[in-house]
């Protein structure tokens, strides 16, 4: 045994004060109790060096010994560390998987499709879904709503929207257990490169939860209120094969930014917005046999600052033409000019364009006013994202049975106004123009707009005409020039979707045809209703807008093609 001076000299040698003596209950000095080990110095020597063993005072710190002296001390204490927080975990983990509360989730009550914003506070940040009743509330902790709703309600699974990760409360712990990802499949359907070239198109029915039958990609969406000419555009344009193949992967697009207080920025939403509506038609796991298309609307009224309402019937030609340029805006970047949108849909024409002479001139007048560069015919070449048919206006009066004869026209007609031979007279309020149009370059998707609407100082009216179209092989060639017909050798047609309008101008309803690609089959949707139909049936309706293919087209989906 060293002597005592010598062994507090030694333990506070890092500068910390010695060990204090220990008074006993009576009063009296007790020094600490101490034992003597053996402990290798920097020279590797071994000395014997005293250390306390017995109880110390509560203000001294537990380190009398320096760790240069004792170094396996040290690495005992962390190893002991290591193994107490890997238990901590390992406890932690398996009351995560076996939390006893999975059988009271609710799996009929469960609608993500609707905005995810909390139903007491309307928040939008930190929502979490009940799995058991289906509602909506914002956060976790103490003294939140999803806390509140757990404590006076027992329901006691929820799921956080944003990170998709599952928690029990109000004992707040995660939950870890695959049975929950048919669930978040339901949020956030997710498909892989060889299923969506390969495997989307399928014949097979898929069962939802509810045990209903639906096959995906021909699935209802809900009417608000006055929505259906929303709900036939969403549907025609979610079976446009490269279109639906592109937002399939949210990879496409998900890395698009766009600079502060640009057009670009306020269109993205849309974007968004669109690819899950996408995601959530075709897919095969739904718990229900329908789709709710209220956060794709919600986008719609914001980006349009409320042009388009879903509580108003609007038109649908103005809808689909908006969606489109507000897209391509949302996908156009400073790097890539060309979207999908524009690859899918974009043709070029024409425009040949003259002034028409006033009649009251005479020949010498009109002679000097047609060598004038104002009358002279104007060219110019003009893109186009849908071509407008004319109708023939509907006979005034009855016949001779007194009953209003339903005219016809073939759609070989209507298309023959743009073979650049024959113009049309236009009226403005202080002139008359002559035009013609001549196509210059065909887009793989044509979409035809049937214009039966117009308007007058006192009211809408509609034209009846039934339009005569061959569903299969529409050759577009006698339309083009020698010069166009070597870019397109083979412009042949078939149609994919055709959007009906049935009922008066400002009450009527709309419904779409829409060609499935795995079954062959075509099938007629209305809100959440759809059958199927035989395709002579088509060309019975009042066709308002229709969507053509070209037969072996191929639309580049950034670095592949479709």
């Known amino acids: 045994m060293f002597p005592a001076g010598e062994t507090q000299k030694l333990l506070s040698s890092d500068g910390k004060p010695p060990m204090q003596p220990i008074k006993t209950e009576d009063g009296d000095a007790k020094p600490p109790d101490t034992t003597e080990i053996l402990v290798k110095t920097e020279d590797g020597v071994p000395t014997p060096v005293t250390v306390e063993s017995g109880p110390r005072p509560s203000v001294m710190k537990t380190e009398t010994v320096a760790p240069k002296y004792v170094p396996g001390y040290i690495a005992g204490v962390k190893r002991t560390l290591k193994h107490a927080m890997a238990m901590e975990k390992v406890e932690v983990k398996k009351k995560s998987r076996l939390c006893p509360y999975l059988d009271t989730i609710n799996r009929h009550m469960l609608d993500f499709d609707f905005e995810k914003l909390c139903s007491v506070s309307l928040s939008r940040i930190n929502v979490y879904a009940c799995l058991v009743c289906g509602k909506y509330f914002q ?32 004992d707040n712990y995660e939950i870890i257990d695959s049975s929950l990802n048919d669930i978040i499949f339901v949020v956030n359907p997710t498909f892989s490169k ?157 425009i040949f364009s003259q002034k028409i002479l006033p009649v009251e001139i005479d020949e010498r007048e009109r002679s000097r006013l047609l060598e004038s560069e104002e009358y002279s015919e104007k060219m110019e070449e003009s893109p186009f994202l849908y071509l407008t048919c004319d109708l023939p206006q509907p006979p005034l009066f009855k016949d001779e049975k007194k009953e209003n004869i339903i005219p016809q026209i073939s759609l070989y007609v209507l298309l023959s106004k743009f073979d650049g031979k024959q113009g049309k007279e236009y009226q403005t309020y202080k002139e008359n123009i002559l ?70 101008p400002e009450t009527g309803t709309y419904r779409c045809h829409i060609l499935h690609r795995g079954t062959g089959n075509w099938y007629e949707l209305q809100d959440l209703h759809w059958k199927e139909i035989e395709p002579q049936m088509l060309t019975l309706t009042e066709s308002y807008i229709q969507i053509y293919e070209m037969q072996k087209a191929t639309v580049k989906i950034n670095d592949q093609k479709s």
């Open 139 to 170: 956060g976790r902790g103490p003294n939140t709503h999803a806390y509140t709703h757990s404590v006076s309600d027992g329901h006691r699974v929820y799921l956080n929207l944003q990170t998709l990760r599952f928690y029990c409360l109000p």
């Open 194 to 350: 060889d299923y969506i070239l390969h495997k989307v198109n399928q014949s097979k029915m898929s069962r939802a939860y509810d045990g209903t039958l639906y096959l995906p990609g021909i699935v209802g969406l809900n009417n608000i209120k006055a929505n259906d000419y929303c709900n036939v555009v969403l549907q025609a344009l979610s079976n446009i094969e490269p279109l639906r193949n592109y937002f399939l992967d949210p990879s496409n697009y998900s890395h698009i930014h766009h600079a502060p207080g640009t057009q670009g920025l306020a269109m993205f939403p849309l974007i968004t917005r669109f690819g899950e509506l996408v995601r959530k038609l075709w897919n095969p796991r739904n718990f229900k046999a329908h789709v709710s298309p209220h956060e794709m609307l919600q986008a719609v009224v914001s980006c349009s600052r409320k042009k388009f309402q879903f509580t108003v019937q609007g038109d649908a030609i103005h809808l689909l033409s908006w969606i489109l340029n507000s897209m391509h805006l949302g996908l156009k970047t400073q790097k890539r000019k060309s979207t999908i949108i524009y690859r899918c849909f974009r043709g070029t024409m024409n």
């Open 435 to 504: 035009k013609r149009f001549q196509l210059t370059r065909l887009p793989p998707y044509l979409i035809l707009y049937h214009k039966r609407f117009t308007k007058n100082t006192f009211y809408i009216e509609k034209n009846p005409t039934i339009v005569n179209f061959p569903v299969k092989n529409i050759d577009l060639s006698e339309y083009l020039t020698e010069d166009v017909k070597k870019k397109h050798p083979e412009p042949i047609y078939d149609l994919v979707a055709n959007i009906v309008h049935d009922g008066e």
